[in-house]
């Protein structure tokens, strides 16, 4: 089965860890791996290659997916589709299967998964097992939702109701329910026909096109007919509506599977305490944390040690340059205040104040102050960063680990662990890593004015006008 994971979603309520340059999908706060790449296992899984999964994104997380994919499987993804500007799910979703169906990976009457790329979803044989039960179902022409058995009355999650009817390992869906308040949650649970609504999809392009033609012709009028070129040129006209609001609330061909795992969207800082493993007192923590008489509470630290004493209930997440804390069972309103301070101070809702994601890596930045600004840098595989030594400034470089190469003027210098490389002002240079990981370097800048000039790609200077 061929897989379309989404993956440009922006997780602005688990803001201030997730943030817009780097959202949640991205972190490595559940174990050694990202939620991504889990979902790149289970997705690799399932289709058998990773030659068989197609990502769909935009250009600001086009080098975390290649360097995370890269990381577990030692490859680079082959199916990377960048949209022209962030879309919701219903957009995405054709833009993935008009390029599945035009580079010929993908048949009009083959079924294939949409998988988000931020959930949580264990175990994984359980999971392969479930959605492969969902081919017959899609081949019918049926939409395959993966429903999953609530264990508590959620008002963060939608909701499936299922009708009774079955079709195959599944059940016709009578109606799609929006997040509830608590009495009505509660409810749902007390009927035992209500499902969690995962965001999960099967079905086959044919089936997916009548539908979009029969229920949304907002889309379905501007994608018709047309290549996956021109729907990308004209991508920015698409609708921002999630599958759900364009066909699936609307469809008489919805079927739900139910998903007999652990799942979890992790849609906020209430959901991350659910599935985090707690200590004695019941919190959950992340980091360096002194928890003192301090129970059921969630705390996450990425910068400077956290101490509490005597507190309860409550959420606190602290990064360099932002502590938010929250009462437990409120995290959902962080979305409300994510908006409030992008409106007020927008840098830092889009990247932590000290760590900065370029095209060719990351840059860390130590140290700024008196006329000296140190960085550590690290260059992603086959990447290359072109700078200039600004004038009255020199720049001193360390090779902590990797294979690269350091052009400056005439010159061209190989470099490896423990070299270095000290260029003077007005010196134009390239920097290129040579090896198969990452090429880290700390790079020392004496400054005579701090304004820095903005790191650019080699295609910038070939097609500038």
């Not at 997705?43 to 600001?60: E, M, R, Y």
């Not at 022409?141 to 195959?168: A, L, N, Q, S």
């Not at 502590?323 to 830092?348: A, C, D, M, P, T």
Request: hydrophobic letters at 35%; proline letters at 3%; charged letters at 25%.
């Amino acid at each position: 089965m061929k897989v379309l994971i989404l993956s440009g979603g922006s997780g602005t309520r688990l803001f201030p860890i997730s943030r817009d340059k780097f959202p949640k999908q991205f972190l490595k706060i559940f174990g050694g791996e990202s939620l991504l790449q889990r979902a790149v296992e289970r997705a690799v899984c399932l289709a058998g290659s990773l030659d068989s999964v197609v990502f769909v994104s935009n250009k600001d997380y086009l080098y975390h997916i290649k360097d995370q994919v890269e990381e577990i499987l030692h490859t680079f993804p082959k199916h990377l589709v960048l949209e022209s500007v962030k879309r919701n799910t219903a957009p995405a979703t054709v833009l993935g299967i008009s390029y599945m169906l035009e580079r010929g990976m993908l048949k009009e009457d083959e079924p294939v998964l949409v998988m988000p790329s931020d959930h949580v979803v264990s175990p994984i044989g359980r999971f392969v097992e479930r959605v492969k039960s969902s081919e017959a179902i899609a081949k019918e022409g049926y939409i395959v939702i993966f429903g999953v058995k609530p264990t508590r009355p959620e008002t963060g999650y939608g909701y499936v109701e299922m009708d009774g009817t079955c079709v195959h390992s599944g059940y016709r869906v009578k109606r799609f329910h929006e997040k509830p308040n608590l009495e009505r949650a509660k409810e749902y649970i007390s009927t035992g026909n209500f499902f969690w609504n995962s965001g999960m999809f099967c079905f086959t392009p044919k089936t997916l096109f009548s539908e979009l033609k029969a229920y949304c012709q907002d889309i379905y009028s501007q994608v018709e007919g047309r290549s996956f070129e021109q729907i990308l040129e004209n991508f920015h006209n698409l609708p921002d509506i999630s599958l759900d609001y364009a066909v699936m609330e609307k469809t008489q061909r919805a079927v739900v599977i139910p998903l007999d795992v652990e799942w979890s969207d992790v849609g906020c800082f209430d959901s991350i305490y659910e599935i985090m493993e707690k200590d004695t007192a019941n919190n959950g923590i992340y980091g360096e944390v002194i928890a003192v008489d301090s129970e059921r509470n969630l705390i996450i630290t990425t910068g400077k040690p956290v101490a509490t004493i005597g507190i309860s209930d409550s959420i606190v997440i602290n990064t360099e340059d932002i502590i938010v804390v929250v009462k437990s069972g409120e995290s959902q309103k962080v979305g409300e205040l994510y908006k409030l301070i992008r409106s007020k101070r927008k840098e830092l809702t889009e990247y932590y104040t000290k760590q900065e994601y370029e095209p060719w890596g990351v840059a860390d930045l130590l140290y700024s102050g008196n006329g000296l600004k140190v960085k550590r840098l690290s260059l992603f595989s086959g990447e290359k960063l072109i700078s200039q030594v600004d004038e009255g400034s020199r720049e001193y470089f360390v090779v902590l680990k990797g294979d690269g190469k350091v052009s400056f003027g005439a010159e061209e210098k190989h470099v490896k662990e423990g070299d270095s490389v000290f260029l003077t002002e007005n010196t134009q240079y390239e920097v290129q890593n040579l090896g198969e990981g990452h090429l880290e370097l700390i790079q020392v800048r004496f400054e005579r004015f701090l304004g820095e000039r903005k790191s650019v790609k080699l295609d910038d200077f070939c097609n500038a006008e």
